[in-house]
């Protein structure tokens, strides 16, 4: 069965750092987003992409994060200085289109450690 | 406003009872998509269901159940004869518009314990 994967796993970095995370969505689909949970907590969104350009995205995306679909696979979360707070496990997702039933396909996460 | 209240915080239950799991919701759109996702111990989401806000039929699944009622704005779950293997994270989530590139709004979840 397809799946969306999720690399690294776990990231650990310096605070001020640049991270990347990266997500191979499943091959048919053409909504992709990025979902955060800070430990303990309620997951998050972040943001939607289609047609290479963001369809909507929270209050958490601010100037720090960019999203980018470089080539044909790969769907990837850009955090150019990070912050302690960045701590989380973040989430992508893909969905297929057309779907009447929204559904969006979660990876394993990569969690992110920012000391 | 757009919101999905999960009140329980955490649950606690001996193997082999039932357990209903509560999620409240608002929204001001006629379309929209109602989910529950498990978060295991490993942290993965794992789909459970999806219902649209046309389709109020109850739906049974092995041991699990979902009862959607849109006069209150619920959809709760229910585990039949827990388990130890359902101790998870379980999270309602809203899902707005037709197309599939709209957002999940996510309650804050809800901690199962099933305790041999």
């Known amino acids: 069965e397809p799946e969306v994967t999720q690399t690294p796993s776990h990231q650990v970095t310096q605070m001020g750092q640049e991270v990347i995370l990266r997500c191979v969505p499943i091959?048919?689909?053409?909504?992709f987003y990025w979902y955060r949970q800070i430990l303990g907590q309620k997951v998050e969104f972040l943001v939607s992409?289609?047609?290479?350009?963001?369809?909507?995205k929270s209050e958490i995306f601010d100037d720090q994060f960019s999203v980018e679909r470089p080539d044909g696979s790969n769907f990837t979360l850009k955090i150019r200085s990070t912050k302690l707070e960045d701590s989380a496990m973040y989430f992508c997702?893909?969905?297929?289109?057309?779907?009447?039933?929204?559904?969006?396909?979660f990876g394993p996460g990569t969690r992110l450690t920012v000391l | 406003a757009q919101k999905v209240t999960q009140a329980q915080t955490e649950i606690s239950v001996v193997e082999k009872e039932d357990v209903t799991l509560d999620c409240v919701y608002e929204?001001?759109?006629?379309?929209?998509?109602l989910f529950w996702y498990k978060q295991p111990p490993s942290g993965e989401l794992v789909f459970l269901i999806r219902?649209?806000?046309?389709?109020?039929q109850n739906e049974i699944s092995g041991r699990y159940s979902w009862n959607f009622q849109k006069s209150t704005s619920s959809f709760n779950f229910t585990i039949t004869a827990s388990q130890v293997v359902d101790s998870a994270v379980y999270f309602c989530?809203?899902?707005?518009?037709?197309?599939?590139?709209?957002?999940?709004?996510f309650g804050a979840g809800t901690r199962l314990a099933v305790h041999p």
């Open positions: 997702a893909s969905s297929e289109i057309p779907s009447s039933y929204n559904e969006q396909f």
């Open positions: 091959s048919n689909h053409l909504y």
């Open positions: 992409f289609y047609n290479n350009e963001i369809s909507e």
């Open positions: 929204t001001r759109d006629t379309t929209y998509y």
């Open positions: 219902r649209n806000s046309f389709d109020e």
């Open positions: 989530a809203l899902g707005l518009g037709a197309g599939g590139y709209n957002k999940l709004i």
